[in-house]
């Protein structure tokens, strides 16, 4: 092993051990997935030594990787069982989408972005993930193409979320989300407990940039 990749592999092992256990990620599950995929191959490249850092990282089109323990929380909270089917909202590097992949039966990964799509294919496919697709589209208003999902997670911001979303679940389906506005917006997950039942649970408090083509918050002119 060279010295670059045993320097990943301590990386890698501190930021679980350091960042995302101490954050209340206990599932092992999850762990193990997180310990076991190199995060610095899908970093940008000139944001490779900072690939295990407790730091969001931009990616371009004003877009960013979430922190790796926020990436974890996400995981743990959306409890992916192996017959699960997924929906990525926002594809972005697509480490979030191969942790999916690698939890799940099948991902749906949508972005509005072909650069994301395409990078992020060519990694997974490197990896050997055969259970993703790739879509490129504009989802800011739902994604009900392969509807329902039994989790979906959503990688990019809203004001407020739209309805259809939740439409979109499978009951018992999870659905992880960040709205609200800067400075302190909400990261939530919304479980559907029947028809028209749905469960809110605050998961933290964090800022990431909001999907592309969402609705901003409205202004008020008095």
Not at 26 to 53: C, E, M, N, T
Not at 142 to 170: C, F, M, N, R
């Amino acid at each position: 092993m060279t010295s670059a990749a045993t320097d990943f592999e301590t990386a890698r092992h501190n930021m679980v051990e350091q960042q995302i256990r101490p954050w209340n990620v206990l599932d092992q599950r999850v762990l193990d997935k997180i310990h076991g995929l190199a995060r610095d191959k899908f970093v940008p490249k000139k944001y490779k030594s900072i690939a295990y850092a407790d730091t969001q990282i931009h990616i371009g089109h004003s877009q960013i990787m979430m922190t790796p323990k926020e990436e974890a929380r996400m995981l743990q909270a959306l409890a992916i069982k192996p017959t699960d089917i997924v929906l990525e909202i926002g594809t972005g590097t697509g480490y979030c989408t191969a942790l999916l992949a690698s939890l799940a039966e099948k991902v749906y990964s949508v972005d509005i972005i072909e650069e994301f799509i395409n990078s992020a294919k060519t990694v997974t496919e490197e990896l050997g993930l055969t259970n993703i697709e790739f879509e490129e589209g504009d989802a800011v208003n739902g994604w009900p193409h392969h509807k329902p999902y039994d989790v979906i997670a959503i990688t990019g911001s809203y004001y407020q979320l739209p309805e259809q979303y939740l439409t979109h679940l499978t009951v018992g389906g999870r659905l992880f989300c960040v709205t609200g506005t800067e400075p302190a917006m909400k990261a939530e997950l919304i479980t559907r407990l029947g028809e028209d039942e749905w469960h809110y649970e605050s998961l933290y408090e964090t800022v990431i940039p909001s999907l592309i083509n969402s609705k901003p918050k409205p202004q008020f002119n008095f």
